[in-house]
């Protein structure tokens, strides 16, 4: 079945770059995403990349897939205190037809 | 963009009754919409699958005639707890696809939906 995994903590320095990673196990995904949550919110689409893509760059986000291994990251440039949230992977699994969500990072920035 | 309106926002409700929490498509046509559960500190859980004019489709281990779910116009689908319990508290989000072009390439959601039963 699908999965997608993510480290559960990351802490940075204002101005820093973050970086959050994510492994997933099904390897005909087409699309994917990141999400942002803020306390108390629904999800917000930061980004997605399509499965034929190794990176893809969004102003200070870039996305780098490396689809041998199934690894998905996410990199902040300059991280602000406002990026502060969780953020969650996401596959479209082809099986299944839906969206299968990683456990989500909290990001904690540090002024 | 595609914009999912959800409500209300939070709701507190005695134990045995009924919750309803709203989803609206305001500017797009929503002919599925997913509903999501999450617990503190956890990821969201896909709980059903609701298409316009049929059946919801629901996830294993949900009970289907604890979380109605209705989809009976394109842009309004609606999760109704029954005979809510403490358990049954928790964050509910729907998701609505998006059009498949730009911004919309992802999944819109809702605000969510905070649920406390007493």
């Known amino acids: 079945g699908e999965d997608v995994e993510q480290s559960l903590f990351l802490s940075v320095r204002e101005g820093d770059s973050s970086v959050i990673n994510c492994t997933y196990t099904?390897?005909?995904?087409?699309?994917l995403y990141w999400y942002k949550q803020e306390p108390g919110a629904g999800l917000q689409l930061l980004t997605y990349?399509?499965?034929?893509?190794d990176m893809k760059q969004d102003q200070r986000l870039t996305v780098l897939l490396n689809k041998k291994d199934k690894h998905l990251s996410l990199r902040i440039a300059d991280t602000q205190t406002g990026d502060s949230a969780i953020y969650f992977c996401?596959?479209?699994?082809?099986?299944?037809?839906?969206?299968?969500f990683g456990a989500g990072t909290i990001l904690r920035v540090k002024s | 963009g595609a914009v999912v309106s959800q409500h209300p926002s939070w709701v507190i409700c005695k134990s045995g009754t009924s919750v309803k929490i709203e989803c609206r498509s305001l500017?797009?046509?929503?002919?599925?919409m997913f509903w999501y559960r999450q617990f503190p500190k956890q990821s969201l859980m896909l709980m059903a699958t609701?298409?316009?004019?049929?059946?919801?489709?629901?996830e294993q281990g949900v009970e289907k005639d604890k979380f109605l779910i209705n989809h009976a116009s394109l842009t309004l689908s609606t999760l109704t707890v029954t005979s809510a319990h403490p358990e049954d508290s928790s964050f509910y989000i729907c998701?609505?696809?998006?059009?498949?072009?730009?911004?919309?390439?992802?999944?819109?959601f809702g605000s969510g939906t905070r649920l406390t039963v007493v």
């Open positions: 500017d797009f046509q929503a002919t599925t």
């Open positions: 609701s298409n316009e004019g049929s059946k919801a489709t629901y």
């Open positions: 996401a596959e479209w699994a082809e099986y299944g037809n839906k969206l299968v």
């Open positions: 998701s609505a696809p998006g059009t498949g072009h730009g911004d919309s390439i992802g999944y819109t």
């Open positions: 990349i399509f499965s034929n893509m």
């Open positions: 099904d390897s005909s995904s087409t699309y």
